[in-house]
Each structure stands twice: as structure tokens, then as C-alpha cells.
């Protein structure tokens, strides 16, 4: 079945087959998975700047609707760190009807780039833009938990990270060491509990040693409960936010910046888990899943969600088959929040501070984002870039600036990877033997009055320019000028205007202007455009032996006879580093 079809992969499962043993292993992988998605579905919410049952609303909605749509056998969807950083600057600048808002167009725009198969190109994001925003987000998330984990005496954390800099600066003097103890040994134990199994996940182990330490040893520290009230563990009602159609241009922008996150995590957790399963996934029918499940969630309170990365591993790792075991860790995760979702405020804010500062390192990759620098300038130059604007401006602003100056140096790549010169013609009396092409122009013998002019690569509107500067090194006017363009696979508006710039010049000069090697895409653009026509059908040739041949007729040469001299190429543009 195509990878593209738009075919939920819960459908392909139940037509395979599905058997009491297959279930056994979905029912324990997604047990676990739902107990790891707690406590981090918890401080996802906290972190974005809403209410704590907010983030399990999103982890049951979400989830479920997203293993069930699911193009992936065993993704696992709900709340991740990556959305943190928008959430906060969504709900701050225009409230949860704002957010509830932008998620629900970034849920349609998901579900249209679904329909209309754009689930490949998503796929072309350049890596550096995705390492320097990935490393981007962590910083900000990193940052965005220092006051809770050294439990600074702060009223609000700037959204800023400069302004985030400045006030943890001026009440450093306030910190807690109650928390500061609390916070670190969270760390210790999610780092190292792994070590002893990796069937209890260790955030959750830290959330019930230090839950149980505050009271026992009366420590004077922050908890969900003291900031946020009650946690509500009861099932999330119907919420429908107030629409302003003047609201929602203002919101697109955020929307966009969903969407293309959403879409991205989505399907690079899908990827993973086809390395991890040996699968294939279908990444259009992913992105209708995330559009689905965005659409749905805010719509009981939720947030933002995605394919979880991590989740989706250790839902692999568990032994899950296929995507009952994402409906089972949602399943799970409600019936927690309903018989234990009040225990929920004695967590205290410096263990989730901990456990996002874990998660914030783990999402850097720092190693990644280390050996980057050993990439070409260019590279280095968007992930710098990506990075910087991440942290110091907008993610929005970093991903849109990061894919068009990643696009603009790939033009340019391209463009200095393109070859364009002319060769001057002189009798050859022997090929040059250190030339393995059976068809290069040294091995042809050009007579006097004709020139012949090659492009090597691509030719589109960044190659343009440097074909018209070579084309004016050719200090005499030629009675006929041969185009080779046996490696030019496509043309663009600007390169075939160009090219009849340069038919153009030739019938000023008295010239014939002959094509040679002419592929299909370039020969169908120049018909299109009428350009063939002026040229005239009878001066494009199969190849330049056959140009040649045409040639000597024009200019009235007769056949040559081998003599002294070599044919000299006399101009060349190449690539840089090129000789």
C-alpha cells in the first residue's frame, strides 16, 4: 500500500489481523507509557503557563485520537517541550481563548497539508534550522524553570530571555535551599534511575520520593496545590472559545508556527519509530491525525499536541505492536487523573522544575549541535541564526527566517556548482588523452567562425547571471554559436529569458544560434514559452557532433584535415574549488 494513502494504520492492523497475544503486549507497553506521559504531561502544562489538568487533557484527547488516525503504528501523541515556548507566548500576549484559537487553524492547516500530500516536503526542513531551534527551545525551557527550581522569590517570569536573565540577576539573593536540594535531587534521580529499571520511569519515582519528603520533613517549598488550587479530577468539559474574526489574522502567525512544529515532531517521532520497528509510516494520514487531535483537544482544554519522541520509544521498547497500545496509554492516563488526579497538588514545583530541566537537555542534543561546526560555513551560519532568533526573538520569527536563508544558500549552491564556458575553436591533430568523456568537446574539431558554449549543471535564475557574464568574455562576434546543454535537466523563466537574450544578441550580429543535447523538460519549457519557435526547430540538435555538421554548412567550411594545434578552452566558470 502506498505510503501516502490516507489510510489510519489502526485500520491496516485490524485487517492483518489482531490476536489476544499481540494485545497482551500493547496493554503493557501502553501501562507504562501512560505512567511515564504523567508527571510530564503535568509540567508541560505548568511550563506553557496554564493549569496542570490542562496537560492531561491534552494527553488523553490528544492521544487517543492520535493513535487511533495514527499513520504510525506506534506513535504516541500528547503535550511535548517543544510546544512550550509558543504556548507561553500565545496564552501571555493573547489569553487561552487566543491559544484555543491558533490551535484549532493549525489543526485545519494540518489536515490540508494531509489531503493535498505534503507530508514529504515537510521532511525537507533543513537539518540546521532543526537543530538550531530544536536547541533554541531548550534553552528557553531550561531558563523558563530556574526560578521554580532554586524556588526564587519572583512574582512573574519575564517571557524574554534576556528579561528572564535580568530578574533572576536581581533575586538571586532569594533562593530557597529546601528547593534547591529538591530540585537536585530530582535530577539525580531521573538521570540514574535507569540504571535499576526502566519499567518505572524515573520521573515518576522522583515525583513520589520528593512528593512524600516535603511533609515528612516539613520542607518550606512551592507546591501545585499552594499556586494553582485543587487539580481537578474530573472529566474535561466542553470549552468554545470566543471568537472575534478580527482576532484571527493576528493569529495565523502562531497558527503557522503550530502547524509546521506540529507536523515536523510528528513525523520525525514517526521516522524514529521506523528505525526502532523496521515499519513504514504513512505521513500524510500523520498529519491528518495531528490536525484531528489539535482541532479536538483545545476544545476540552487542552493545548497543543504532537508525536512525543520519547514516549514513542519507550512505547517500542515496552513491546507495543501496534496502535492500541497509544489508545490504552490514554486510557490509562484518565483513570489516573480521576482516582488520583488531586494527589496531583502535593507535587512540589522545584521536582517538575527538575524533571523539565532533564527533559530540556535531552531535547539539545548538544552533541549534535556541537559537531554542526565542523559543517561548511553556510550551514553553520543557519543553525547560528536559528538558534539566536529562537532564543532572543520569536520561534516563529526563527523557523520562517531559518528555512528562507537555508533556501537562499542552497540557490547559491547551486548556482556555483553550475559550470558555464565557451571554447575556442583550433585543429586538433590528437584527443587529449587525459579526458575519460568519449564526448568531450576536445574531441571535436570546431572550424573558424564558430563557437562553442556549454552549461553543466542546473540552469535557473541563480545560473543566469554568470551565463551571460561568460557569454561576454567571447571577444569575437561568431557566424554561429553552439549552446551544449547535454547536462542541463530543467530550466526556469529566468534562464530561458536568458537564453533569449542571447538568441536576440546573435540576430543583431548576423549569427546562427544552434542548441545541442536539448532534455526533454528544457525542450518543453522553450516550446511553451514560444522560444523554440524563434529559434527555429531545425537549429536544435540531437548533440554537438550533429551542431557541428550544421556548423561548417553556415559558415561554408570546408571538411577539415587533422592539423597542428590542440582546441584550448579558454574560459570556464566552475564551482568554487574547482580547476
Not at 217 to 232: H, K, M, N
Not at 299 to 309: E, M, N, R
Request: glycine share 10%; net charge positive.
Amino acid at each position: 500500500m502506498s505510503e501516502s494513502k490516507l489510510e489510519p494504520k489502526l485500520l491496516t492492523v485490524i485487517r492483518e489481523g489482531y490476536n489476544g497475544q499481540t494485545f497482551f503486549k500493547d496493554l503493557t507497553a501502553g501501562l507504562i507509557v501512560g505512567i511515564v506521559a504523567l508527571p510530564l504531561a503535568i509540567a508541560f502544562a505548568i511550563a506553557s503557563g496554564v493549569k496542570p489538568e490542562q496537560g492531561l487533557y491534552t494527553a488523553i484527547i490528544a492521544g487517543f485520537i492520535i493513535s487511533v488516525l495514527s499513520g504510525s503504528r506506534v506513535q504516541i501523541g500528547g503535550p511535548t517541550g517543544a510546544f512550550i515556548v509558543i504556548i507561553y507566548g500565545i496564552v501571555q500576549k493573547y489569553g487561552y481563548d487566543g491559544l484555543v484559537i491558533a490551535t484549532i487553524l493549525a489543526g485545519i492547516m494540518l489536515i490540508i497539508m494531509g489531503v493535498v500530500k505534503m507530508g514529504a516536503v515537510l521532511k525537507y526542513i533543513p537539518y540546521p534550522v532543526t537543530v538550531g531551534f530544536t536547541a533554541g527551545i531548550a534553552v528557553i525551557i531550561a531558563t523558563g524553570q530556574l526560578k521554580d527550581f532554586f524556588g526564587l522569590h519572583m512574582d512573574k517570569v519575564p517571557s524574554e530571555f534576556l528579561g528572564k536573565v535580568e530578574e533572576y540577576a536581581k533575586h538571586i539573593g532569594t533562593i530557597s535551599p529546601a528547593a534547591a536540594l529538591l530540585g537536585l535531587i530530582t535530577i539525580v534521580i531521573v538521570m540514574l534511575w535507569p540504571r535499576v529499571t526502566r519499567r518505572v520511569p524515573g520521573s515518576l519515582v522522583a515525583i513520589v520520593v520528593t512528593t512524600a519528603a516535603v511533609p515528612f520533613l516539613g520542607l518550606p517549598v512551592e507546591t501545585i496545590g499552594s499556586r494553582f488550587g485543587t487539580v481537578s479530577g474530573s472529566l474535561p468539559s466542553f470549552h468554545l472559545p470566543s471568537v472575534s474574526w478580527s482576532r484571527i489574522p493576528e493569529l495565523l502567525s502562531p497558527a503557522i508556527t503550530i502547524a509546521l512544529l506540529a507536523g515536523i515532531e510528528s513525523l520525525l517521532s514517526a521516522v524514529v519509530a521506523d528505525g526502532m520497528t523496521g515499519r513504514r509510516h504513512r505521513s500524510n494520514m500523520e498529519l491528518v491525525a495531528q490536525g484531528v487531535a489539535n482541532i479536538a483537544a483545545p476544545l476540552f482544554g487542552g493545548i497543543p499536541a504532537t508525536g512525543a519522541i520519547a514516549r514513542t520509544a519507550t512505547n517500542i521498547k515496552n513491546g507495543a505492536l501496534s496502535p492500541v497500545a497509544g489508545i490504552i496509554h490514554a486510557v490509562t492516563l484518565l483513570l489516573i487523573m480521576l482516582f488520583f488526579g488531586k494527589w496531583a497538588a502535593l507535587i512540589p514545583m522545584a521536582t517538575l522544575a527538575g524533571i523539565l530541566l532533564v527533559v530540556s537537555y535531552n531535547m539539545s542534543e548538544w552533541h549534535l549541535f556541537v559537531k554542526m561546526f565542523k559543517s561548511p560555513k553556510s550551514d553553520i551560519a543557519v543553525m547560528v541564526a536559528t538558534f539566536s532568533l529562537t532564543v532572543l526573538v520569536d520561534l516563529t520569527v526563527a523557523i520562517q527566517a531559518g528555512v528562507v536563508l537555508a533556501a537562499i544558500l542552497f540557490m547559491k549552491r547551486m548556482a556555483d556548482v553550475t559550470q558555464v564556458g565557451y571554447i575556442t575553436s583550433m585543429m586538433g591533430d590528437e584527443p587529449d588523452t587525459t579526458d575519460q568523456d568519449p564526448n568531450a568537446i576536445r574531441r571535436f574539431t570546431v572550424p573558424e567562425g564558430v563557437e562553442v558554449f556549454e552549461v553543466n549543471g542546473p540552469f535557473f535564475f541563480g545560473a543566469a547571471d554568470r551565463f551571460k557574464h561568460v557569454l561576454q568574455l567571447i571577444v569575437r562576434k561568431p557566424q554561429v554559436l553552439i549552446l551544449r546543454m547535454r547536462t542541463v535537466l530543467a530550466m526556469d523563466a529566468t534562464s530561458l529569458r536568458a537564453l533569449e537574450e542571447v538568441y536576440e544578441q546573435t540576430r543583431r550580429d548576423n549569427a546562427v544560434l544552434l542548441l545541442a543535447g536539448v532534455h526533454t523538460q528544457p525542450l518543453i519549457a522553450m516550446n511553451r514559452s514560444g522560444l523554440l519557435e524563434k529559434i527555429g526547430a531545425d537549429n536544435v540538435h540531437e548533440n554537438v557532433s550533429d551542431a557541428l555538421k550544421a556548423a561548417r554548412v553556415m559558415v561554408g567550411a570546408a571538411q577539415p584535415t587533422r592539423q597542428g594545434g590542440h582546441v584550448q578552452e579558454v574560459a570556464w566558470e566552475l564551482a568554487p574549488g574547482k580547476s
